[in-house]
T-cell receptor
Framework: DGGITQSPKYLFRKEGQNVTLSCEQNLNHDAMYWYRQDPGQGLRLIYYSQIVNDFQKGDIAEGYSVSREKKESFPLTVTSAQKNPTAFYLCASRGQGAYEQYFGPGTRLTVT | QKEVEQNSGPLSVPEGAIASLNCTYS??????FFWYRQYSGKSPELIMS????GDKEDGRFTAQLNKASQYVSLLIRDSQPSDSATYLCAVNPQTPPYSGAGSYQLTFGKGTKLSVIP
């Protein structure tokens, strides 16, 4: 089955620790995106990548880092510099020639 | 700043009625519009896309676009309790096919929570 997978589903970390969220897709999509969703805030773009080895900052990139070494994978690292990391993190992908984005199941991160 | 506005709701409709969800956007060059459904605790699921003025129907869903007035709406006919979810409107300033330019980002509204009462 083609799709987008994110792991883990739930993640708990102590303040001051870096944590990496996984996103993998087997849709052969070129573009991948990371969003953050907070209650009442809607989706906010963290980073996006349109091709391998290239990525751009979104609206709220501070405290986050990404890599795109493979077309299928776009991991997101939440660093200790991110002031309010507790949120629902969503990965999405888009095929070439299309504008629709498709989402993975998400990772709910709780930092205490 | 490109903005997409939606009434947060909750919008409550009785089972079998038509639910009407509205979305306005500020960027006049927006050309591609999408509706996503998000169940509580789950990720958004794409249910409709529309690019041209007028109506687009898919089963019980109809998307309506009026670029002159800068609004897009989603109608759900014969609403079912399983339609209870938050509906997100998203816009993108570019039209298909892929032109090789731009970021193809989507700007999302905050969503309207729909509750269908049995």
């Amino acid at each position: 089955d083609g799709g987008i997978t994110q792991s883990p589903k739930y993640l708990f970390r102590k303040e001051g620790q870096n944590v990496t969220l996984s996103c993998e897709q087997n849709l052969n999509h070129d573009a991948m995106y990371w969003y953050r969703q907070d209650p009442g805030q809607g989706l906010r773009l963290i980073y996006y990548s349109q091709i391998v080895n290239d990525f751009q900052k979104g609206d709220i990139a501070e405290g986050y880092s990404v890599s795109r070494e493979k077309k299928e994978s776009f991991p997101l690292t939440v660093t200790s510099a991110q002031k309010n990391p507790t949120a629902f993190y969503l990965c999405a992908s888009r095929g070439q020639g299309a504008y629709e984005q498709y989402f993975g199941p998400g990772t709910r991160l709780t930092v205490t | 700043q490109k903005e997409v506005e939606q009434n947060s709701g909750p919008l409550s409709v009785p089972e079998g009625a038509i639910a009407s969800l509205n979305c306005t956007y500020s960027d006049r060059v927006s050309q591609s519009f999408f509706w996503y459904r998000q169940y509580s605790g789950k990720s958004p699921e794409l249910i409709m896309s529309i690019y041209s003025n007028g109506d687009k129907e898919d089963g019980r869903f109809t998307a309506q676009l009026n670029k002159a007035s800068q609004y897009v709406s989603l109608l759900i006919r014969d609403s079912q309790p399983s339609d209870s979810a938050t509906y997100l409107c998203a816009v993108n300033p570019q039209t298909p096919p892929y032109s090789g330019a731009g970021s193809y980002q989507l700007t999302f509204g905050k969503g309207t929570k729909l509750s269908v009462i049995p």
